[in-house]
């Protein structure tokens, strides 16, 4: 079964970094548009960032820009997401997926806290 699986969220004080991971358990991710997304209770799923086959573009939400760096390892099949001054806005559940998303990729998601 294809699939995706996060790690790496925690629990961290606003200026803080963390850096997620996204382990694919199969090779044809790399054949694919890679994202990451978030999710509050309050608000729909959003994409976070974005980055392409081979990794040579890489797109982000406004709010993010500056702060946070997608990245990919295709020979070992995992995303990551460097998240540097972090904000308490950036609480959520950070979910990997390809770009546009599948409903049968999605995966348990990381948690991420931003907290004092």
């Known amino acids: 079964q294809v699939q995706l699986v996060e790690s790496g969220g925690g629990l961290v004080q606003p200026g803080g970094s963390l850096r997620l991971s996204c382990a694919a358990s199969d090779t044809i991710f790399r054949y694919y548009y890679m994202a990451w997304y978030r999710q509050t209770p309050e608000n729909q799923r959003e994409l976070v960032a974005r980055?392409?086959?081979?990794?040579?573009?890489?797109n982000y939400t406004d709010s993010v820009k500056g702060r946070f760096t997608i990245s990919r390892d295709d020979a070992r099949n995992t995303v990551h997401l460097q998240m540097n001054s972090l904000k308490p806005d950036d609480t959520a559940l950070y979910y990997c997926?390809?770009?546009?998303?599948?409903?049968?990729?999605w995966g348990k998601g990381t948690l991420v806290t931003v907290s004092s």
């Open positions: 980055i392409s086959t081979g990794g040579g573009g890489t």
């Open positions: 997926n390809i770009w546009p998303p599948r409903m049968s990729y």
